[in-house]
């Protein structure tokens, strides 16, 4: 009973290093979302998808670039990495608003990314 | 445009004692409101939700809110506090025309529970 799967858990980059965090459901949600966590500012949704094939920009997404390439997976990317992106980064998945939906996101483990 | 306020860092309470966490939202049409905890490095995990219908909602272990339209309110209770409950609280809200299905969170709230 898997749900939501972020990988890596830690990861440590240098100023100007790539990096790619890889988020997976197996809850067959339509939708899915990026945000990432800092201290007294709650979580900012960065980028978010609302299916296969199609991506969004959120409330912060300068720097950051994401795939859904495959329904289960949503990838952040981070081209060359700021010390402004330390930060814990959530993934979460939605099955959409419908009927059968009842609006709650269901959160993965977070990401913890500091840059050096 | 959508957000919430949460306006204590933390709150303290003895254990036994009614708890309450503070929440605000704005949104330009009917809100869709949710609460979340977090324990120490862990996701967020639902709590409990207001969609339409009875403005006091039940959700897990115990928790309940209370909606309040004229104040654009969705407090967090629970009549008795368990140290197990000490974690951070999120307040979410979504305008129901969000296509996306977006929340906004709040600062947070973290809750310390006394023995």
């Known amino acids: 009973n898997a749900g939501v799967t972020q990988t890596p858990k830690f990861r440590v980059l240098k100023t100007g290093q790539s990096m790619t965090l890889l988020c997976a459901q197996d809850?067959?949600?339509?939708?899915m979302y990026w945000y990432r966590q800092d201290p007294g500012m709650g979580l900012r949704l960065i980028h978010y998808s609302v299916g296969e094939g199609t991506t969004a920009k959120g409330e912060v997404p300068d720097g950051y670039n994401v795939s859904r390439l495959k329904k289960q997976n949503f990838l952040l990317g981070l081209e060359s990495a700021a010390p402004s992106q330390t930060s814990v980064y959530f993934c979460?998945?939605?099955?959409?608003?419908?009927?059968?939906?009842?609006?709650?996101?269901?959160f993965g483990e977070g990401s913890r990314l500091t840059v050096l | 445009a959508q957000s919430v306020a949460q306006p204590e860092d933390q709150v303290n309470v003895a254990e036994g004692n009614p708890l309450t966490v503070k929440c605000t939202y704005s949104v330009s049409g009917n809100p869709y409101l949710f609460w979340y905890v977090q324990y120490p490095n862990r996701g967020l995990q639902f709590l409990l939700k207001y969609i339409t219908g009875d403005n006091l909602v039940k959700g897990s272990y115990g928790f309940e809110a209370e909606f309040n339209k004229s104040q654009t309110s969705f407090h967090l209770k629970k009549p008795s506090a368990l140290v197990s409950d000490s974690a951070l609280y999120f307040c979410?809200?979504?305008?129901?025309?969000?296509?996306?299905?977006?929340?906004?969170f709040g600062g947070g709230t973290r809750l310390m529970v006394k023995p």
């Open positions: 979410a809200v979504r305008d129901m025309n969000n296509a996306g299905n977006m929340l906004t």
């Open positions: 979460a998945s939605s099955p959409g608003w419908g009927v059968s939906s009842t609006g709650e996101l269901f």
């Open positions: 809850m067959n949600h339509e939708y």
